[in-house]
């Protein structure tokens, strides 16, 4: 048999173990009603897997399955049912010749087993097991009273379940129902997938973009690397050196300054020194001056007692005879004459020293006169050269004010390209060509040399744009140079005068030596203009010259010159000021001398304007004494004269005191010359002093002029210390080298291009702005991540479609078993429906036959002498016969290894009741029954009955009976 055995236990009214051993094809089960006879029927679902409570006729909760107990009997806590099946043929794909299953359930856990050969296991486990063996939850395995009645009602489409089952296609719906559902998680991962994917590319644009940005940066920033470490080395070098020569220059200063500042001490000391001098002169001029006034006095005293004694003598004169009158008046003749004649002396000689103060004074004031004039008139040209000065200093600071094109230009260089900058300040002219070299220029002057002509088109945009003037722009990159014949350099160099091609006076980088070529090479420069005009002659007028002056004999002959000192160019403007500077430094000089001489002669002035005042007070008092001392000599000899006209008067003696008189002007004349003597040493020490104070202020211009110098190269050595450090600083945060190492690293390059270079790649550093130095890491991240997505989008559709073809093979697979079941069946059916009916005809049909896999089921039966065709009007038997009848063609169609009927002939009538069971036998030989009936018809048929019976504790019982015990019971029951 293939249902061999049921073991039940605590499942609904089975609380003690019971055991329903089948060895019949056909067996009955057979009892009073609410014995439970249905509940083995229950059981054997249960096991199989069911898990609606509905189905199982129980409670809300499966525990409710559970035995619960009766008024004489405990609940018991645990259900456990076992069916135990021979699988030789193999209706179970399994290895095993028997099979059991068992489901268990805890009442306290609500915990369920399952267990297949006593191997715990899932319930899907089991599902799958009993999968189209016939077995399954809507096989016909298990065909109740309700299931029979409810089938002509049912839906067509409820009424599917039923073929499908039959058909075996249940395999497949559950693999398309997990195929769809796999279907669905790939769309769900295909979705999301895309939305990441749809991200990743938003992020993969912008990222690309920064990654190129990066690369080129890491480019230039390697390129800048290989050649800066280099210049950085150069740098380095210069600026040591430099520093260097600053120091020495520094050292030099300051010892210059220290022995001036030594120098300037000694002036000192020497200053102090002299004024001492000066003191102590003043100090014996002070004396001689005191010893002056006393001899003065002295002098007045002597006069007073002289006119004192005079009158005693005129008196005495008066009382005397004769003789005594003559000796007396010869005497007083004689004294009043040599009194004369010494102060005449002592007159002339102070005259004539006044007159050469006088003379010495007039010359000073004339000289100061002319040195006054000069000092104007050279601070005069003094002035008119610093005005220069700063007129040339602004036009140096802001050389293009008038050309407001490459003003602008220039201003906005940094957001143009490839402006290399302008003529004049890329040309430099050696120091005495400069005019020549601006009026070989001319205009291209003021060009702005760019790197190209795109440069040179952008630049043109941004003064358009701007409205910022005009200007003229030289692409470097298509100058090409211009050189004389060789014929004409001959001819050149043989001219008188000739000093070279203006392109040999300029100095630049070399990058510009073809724009210096194709301005300046085929410029001539000779001395002069009339050696110009004989040169361009000679050559034929074919060549523009130029003079030292700035004259110029252009080609064709035609001469452009004059003056234009007020209208340098930025070329000459430097070189202009450089010599400015030289002259205002000499015209300073010049000035400082001029007023120094001219406080010399003032000093000078002052002294000879004493002198003279002295000498004329001197001279003035002197005339009134003398003019006394003559008209009294005169008197006394004409006194004389008349009382002895012929006696001579040179005989008269002189008197002690006219002596002593005379001593004393000579000791007051010797006083006044000592004191003159004096003032002259004293004036002389002053002027030692006002020199040296002279040369202490010139000392001390120079110190401050040095110390100004010591200034700015400390500011020089600071800035290129500053400098240093920053280079090296530099070598440090960029390259992380030690100068000695870079020094190792250094290239041979051409520092000056490698120079340019370093600007030009820094600047192209500046215009990428801020760079993402992890994009590209990020970008090939992203971008693997992409690429990975994106693989995994195509396997996902790959999958997808792999699913879609199963489902469609399965769908194809379904539709032809579905369609081929279909058929057989409603082929049997109408054999079987006459065979029931006795006559009559019935037949299946597909309410939509073009979907086959979802389509309900139509059943047109016509019993005989019959016209009704709808089922729902049929009578109950008749219902229950209809789907008999169905029941019976699906047996018929397909084989099934167990059936379970639960009381399904109850409808029908006896008649009924005996053909159903005649065909149960019919099948009996291809499936297994197992009958719940109440019907004897039936019972005769099976050939083993089961007794369930139940007594007061509410506990169902088997026991087996025969057929006349069961028909016994049957009919104690009815009645
Ligand atoms: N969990 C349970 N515990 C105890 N008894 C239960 C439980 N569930 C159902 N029963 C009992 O089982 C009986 C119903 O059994 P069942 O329906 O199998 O009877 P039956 O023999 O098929 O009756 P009928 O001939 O009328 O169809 C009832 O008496 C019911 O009390």
């Known amino acids: 048999m ?12 089975f609380a003690d173990k019971t055991i329903l051993q089948f060895d019949h094809n056909i067996t009955g089960i057979v009892g009073p009603n609410g014995c439970g006879k249905s509940n083995v029927n229950d059981a054997i679902r249960w096991v199989l897997g069911e898990q609606s409570t509905k189905s199982l006729r129980s409670g809300t909760s499966m525990t409710d399955i559970i035995f619960s107990g009766s008024e004489y009997r405990k609940p018991v806590n645990m259900a456990k049912v076992t069916l135990v ?5 193999k209706v179970f794909d399994s290895p095993f010749e028997e099979i059991e299953i068992t489901r268990q359930l805890q009442r306290s856990t609500n915990e369920a087993s399952y267990f297949i050969n006593k191997t715990p296991c899932r319930l899907k486990d089991i599902n799958d097991l009993v999968m189209d063996t016939g077995l399954g939850r809507d096989s016909l395995s298990i065909i109740t009273q309700g299931n029979i009645s409810s089938f002509a009602d049912a839906k067509p489409e409820e009424r599917r379940s039923l073929f499908e089952e ?3 296609v249940a395999k497949y719906k559950k693999r398309k129902k997990v195929s769809l559902q796999k279907l669905e998680k790939t769309k769900e991962n295909l979705d999301r997938l895309q939305d990441i994917l749809d991200e990743l590319e938003h992020q993969l644009g912008p990222l690309e973009k920064q990654a190129k940005k990066a690369k080129q940066y890491k480019t230039y920033k390697e390129e800048l690397s290989s050649i800066e470490i280099s210049v950085l080395v150069e740098e380095i070098e210069a600026l040591n050196e430099e520093i260097e020569a600053i120091k020495n220059t520094l050292f030099e200063n300051n010892t210059i300054h220290v022995s001036k500042e030594a120098s300037l001490n000694q002036q000192e000391i020497d200053i102090q020194e002299l004024r001492k001098e000066m003191h102590a002169l003043d100090r014996q001029i002070n004396d001689l001056q005191g010893e002056y006034t006393k001899a003065m006095e002295e002098s007045y005293q002597l006069e007073k007692r002289k006119v004192e004694l005079d009158e005693k003598r005129k008196y005495r004169l008066r009382q005397a005879d004769a003789l005594e009158r003559k000796d007396e008046l010869s005497q007083m003749v004689q004294e009043a004459r040599f009194e004369f004649e010494d102060r005449k002396n002592r007159l002339q000689r102070l005259q004539a020293e006044l007159e050469l103060h006088t003379k010495s004074l007039n010359m000073l004031k ?13 601070q005069q040209v003094l002035q008119q050269l610093k005005n220069r000065q700063q007129v040339l200093e602004n036009m140096i600071r802001q050389p293009f004010t008038h050309q407001q ?3 602008a230009v220039l201003s906005a260089r940094h957001s143009l390209s490839g ?5 004049s300040e890329l040309l430099i002219a050696k120091d005495d060509r400069a005019n020549a070299i601006s009026s070989a220029l001319q205009a291209s002057i003021y060009h702005i040399v760019t790197k190209d002509e795109a440069s040179a088109r952008e630049a043109i945009g941004y003064l358009k744009r701007n409205r910022s003037g005009r200007a003229t722009f030289l692409p470097l990159d298509i100058m090409r140079p211009r050189y004389p014949s060789k014929e004409q350099k001959v001819i050149a160099s043989q001219s008188k005068g000739y000093l070279g091609w203006a392109n040999e006076s300029v100095e630049c980088k ?14 001539l420069i000779i001395d002069n203009l009339v050696n110009a005009n004989e040169c361009a002659k000679r050559l034929r007028y ?11 004999v252009h080609a064709g002959g035609s001469m452009t010159g004059g003056t234009n000192r007020h209208q340098s160019t930025p070329v000459t403007a430097q070189h202009e000021l450089n010599r400015l500077k030289e002259q205002i430094e000499g015209q300073k000089i010049k000035v400082a001398h001029i007023s120094e001489e001219n406080r010399l002669i003032e000093s000078k002035m002052d002294n000879e304007t004493d002198t003279c005042m002295q000498l004329q007070i001197e001279v003035a008092k002197l005339e009134n004494i003398f003019q006394t001392k003559k008209e009294k000599y005169e008197s006394l000899q004409a006194e004389y004269n008349e009382l002895v006209p012929q006696e001579n008067t040179q005989d008269l003696q002189e008197d002690d005191i006219v002596v002593l008189m005379s001593k004393m002007h000579a000791r007051i004349d010797e006083i006044t010359s000592s004191i003159s003597s004096l003032r002259k040493r004293r004036y002389d020490k002053g002027s030692m002093v006002e020199q040296l104070e002279n040369q202490m202020r010139m000392t001390r211009r120079e110190m401050n002029a040095l110390q100004s110098e010591i200034h700015d190269a400390e500011l020089q050595q600071a800035k290129k210390q500053a400098y240093l450090e920053s280079a090296l600083n530099r070598l440090n945060a960029d390259y992380q080298m030690t100068y000695e190492y870079a020094c190792e690293q250094r290239k041979e390059i051409d520092i000056e291009k490698a120079k340019d270079r370093v600007v030009e790649l820094r600047q192209a550093i500046n215009r990428l702005g801020n760079v993402n130095l992890d994009a590209p890491q990020q970008y090939s991240e992203i971008k693997e991540r992409f690429d990975f997505m994106q693989g995994q989008k195509v396997d996902l559709e790959q999958a997808s479609a792999q699913i879609l073809q199963a489902i469609d093979e399965m769908d194809e697979t379904m539709k032809i078993q579905f369609t081929e079941m279909f058929h057989k069946i409603n082929k049997e059916l109408d054999g079987i429906f006459k065979a029931m009916f006795g006559g009559g005809k019935a037949r299946l049909s597909m309410v939509d036959p073009q979907d086959v896999l979802n389509t309900g089921i139509e059943i047109d039966v016509q019993p005989p002498g019959k016209m009704v065709k709808n089922l729902q009007s049929f009578s109950g038997g008749e219902k229950a016969l209809i789907a008999i009848s169905v029941l019976f063609a699906i047996l018929q169609a397909r084989t099934m290894p167990l059936c379970i009927f639960d009381e399904v002939e109850a409808a029908l009538d006896q008649a009924n009741v005996e053909r159903f069971a005649k065909y149960l036998s019919h099948f009996s030989d291809r499936s297994q029954f197992i009958v719940v009936t109440h019907r004897p018809g039936t019972m005769e048929q099976c050939e083993m009955l089961y007794g369930i019976t139940m007594q007061k504790d509410g506990v169902s019982k088997l026991l087996k009976v025969q057929l006349k015990d069961a028909v016994h019971i049957l009919e104690k029951e009815e009645s």
């Open 510 to 523: 070399e990058i510009f030596n073809d724009l210096r070529d194709r301005l300046l090479g085929n410029v």
């Open 166 to 168: 039959a058909a075996g």
């Open 419 to 423: 402006i290399l900058g302008v003529v």
């Open 366 to 378: 004339q000289k100061s006169g002319g040195i006054i004039q000069q000092n104007v008139e050279e």
């Open 405 to 407: 094109g490459v003003k």
């Open 2 to 13: 293939f249902l061999k055995r049921i073991e039940i236990q605590g499942f609904k009214s």
């Open 85 to 89: 099946f021979d699988n030789t043929t």
């Open 542 to 552: 074919q060549v523009k010259i130029v003079t030292l002056d700035g004259d110029i």
